[in-house]
């Protein structure tokens, strides 16, 4: 069974530990097994790449690398802060749903 993350794929996450601390972005993929979260601009790295029939200046490529998503946290919507995240359970025509809710206000970060 894979861990859980408190993150999404096209979160609003911010940094909160570590050299990008304060950033914002959105969240472009996420490891699960590894702990780790790819965030739009932040964590860029220089990456040199070879000369191929594609590229063939080669030359640095930047990117973004994995941060570990303890050191982000997801941003409620309604109250616009850096958040930690509750599970909530909700009942709809008999299925029940697991969502994430704010633990400050209590508003759902996943869309309905």
């Not at 616009?80 to 995240?85: D, E, I, Q, S, T």
Request: net charge positive; glycine share 8%.
């Amino acid at each position: 069974m894979q861990p859980k993350l408190h993150v999404k794929k096209g979160d609003n996450v911010v940094v909160v530990s570590g050299k990008d601390r304060g950033k914002t972005g959105r969240v472009i993929a996420v490891y699960p097994k590894k702990q780790r979260v790819v965030v739009e601009g932040v964590n860029v790295v220089k990456k040199a790449m070879r000369a191929t029939p594609d590229n063939p200046q080669g030359g640095f490529h930047e990117m973004e690398a994995p941060v570990h998503a303890s050191k982000v946290r997801p941003v409620c919507p309604s109250c616009g802060k850096p958040v930690r995240v509750k599970k909530k359970l909700i009942e709809e025509e008999g299925k029940v749903r697991r969502i994430r809710v704010c633990n400050h206000c209590g508003a759902a970060l996943d869309e309905e």
